[in-house]
Antibody, heavy 123, light 106 residues
Framework: QVTLKESGPVLVKPTETLTLTCTVS??????????VSWIRQPPGKALEWLAH???????SYRTSLKSRLTISKDTSKSLVVLIMTNMDPVDTATYYC???????????????WGQGTMVTVSS | DIQMTQSPSSLSASVGDRVTITCQAS??????LNWYQQKPGKAPKLLIY???NLETGVPSRFSGSGSGTDFTFTISSLQPEDIATYYC????????FGPGTKVDIK
């Protein structure tokens, strides 16, 4: 069974750095077709794509947040990590990781999603 | 960056009605367009990929069409369990989600 599960802090203070971990199971991050993205959703608002890591370790970032985001993976541990610096209350959201099974040089469609983790930014 | 718009932003329909949602891209994205369903408190679920392909296990009342800049998502016969918000998503250049269309029962 393919699953993804997000973990990380529930509460962070403004200006702090957020580190989120996505633990995957049922597939390998080294599979040429597999990629993982981070997507967030502020309360009551739309989905917002943040970053993607391809099987060959290439990365893509949302243009407006590129300077604050770093995505990485540890294939041996089946982990994908997102680091977001300089957190602000507007970054309060549910953060999802999701898998693509595409194999091309584009991100593709997210066929499997994690359950999401809610992060609140407040002092 | 490619911008996505959806219309309507919300709709109410009766059980059995045909429901249509449109999605427009700010530039040609070929068929690099996916559709998702999100129920309250849940993660999104992939319904349609590459504009018109039904994801495995998704009921055939869901369908998609279009290419270039204009796309359509259709529920042929609305069911109570289809109450959700629907999002389009382009992946021709980076990735962008549409603002969503909330569907409920009249």
């Amino acid at each position: 069974q393919v699953t993804l599960k997000e973990s990380g802090p529930v509460l962070v203070k403004p200006t702090e750095t957020l580190t989120l971990t996505c633990t995957v199971s049922g597939f390998s991050l080294s599979n040429v077709r597999m990629g993982v993205s981070w997507i967030r959703q502020p309360p009551g608002k739309a989905l917002e794509w943040l970053a993607h890591i391809f099987s060959n370790d290439e990365k893509s970032y949302r243009t407006s947040l590129k300077s604050r985001l770093t995505i990485s993976k540890d294939t041996s541990k089946s982990l994908v990590v997102l680091i977001m610096t300089n957190m602000d209350p507007v970054d309060t959201a549910t953060y999802y990781c999701a898998r693509t099974n595409y194999g091309g040089d584009r991100v593709g469609a997210f066929d499997i999603w994690g359950q999401g983790t809610m992060v609140t930014v407040s002092s | 960056d490619i911008q996505m718009t959806q219309s309507p932003s919300s709709l109410s329909a009766s059980v059995g009605d045909r429901v249509t949602i449109t999605c427009q891209a700010s530039q040609d994205i070929s068929n690099y367009l996916n559709w998702y369903q999100q129920k309250p408190g849940k993660a999104p679920k992939l319904l349609i990929y590459d504009a018109s392909n039904l994801e495995t296990g998704v009921p055939s009342r869901f369908s998609g069409s279009g290419s270039g800049t204009d796309f359509t998502f259709t529920i042929s016969s609305l069911q109570p369990e289809d109450i959700a918000t629907y999002y389009c998503q382009q992946y021709d250049n980076l990735l962008t989600f549409g603002p969503g269309t909330k569907v409920d029962i009249k």
